[in-house]
Nanobody, 115 residues
């Protein structure tokens, strides 16, 4: 089982980033997937979840209307499109297998939003 996140970086407030998570070693298309984040010194915060087929999504209030979770089951890849980024979005972002924010996750990708 492997989850590899990419796409993070440094961006100015108001900018956009698209995160990707390449999944392997399990039946990706059979599982709901989630994104969580962890700011320095804070706990894990759930961000978004998508069902196995990609037809149902849920977002945290803090990102609703700005972030969009999606997936490509043929490619085994999960995405997070992040628009209108704010300094409070600065964190390490992880993709998670399933809906539990404490579930198996990758190594993460750093997102830093400057004001």
């Amino acid at each position: 089982l492997q989850l590899v996140e990419s796409g993070g970086g440094l961006v100015q407030a108001g900018g956009s980033l698209r995160l990707s998570c390449a999944a392997s070693g399990f039946a990706f298309s059979s599982y709901a997937m989630s994104w969580v984040r962890q700011a320095r010194g804070e706990g894990l915060e759930w961000v978004s979840t998508i069902n196995s087929g990609g037809s149902i999504t849920r977002d945290a209030d803090s990102v609703k209307g700005r972030f969009t979770i999606s997936r490509d089951n043929a490619k085994g890849t999960l995405y997070l499109q992040m628009n209108s980024l704010k300094p409070d979005d600065t964190a390490v972002y992880y993709c998670v297998k399933g809906v539990d924010r404490l579930g198996y996750r990758g190594q993460g990708t750093q997102v830093t939003v400057s004001s």
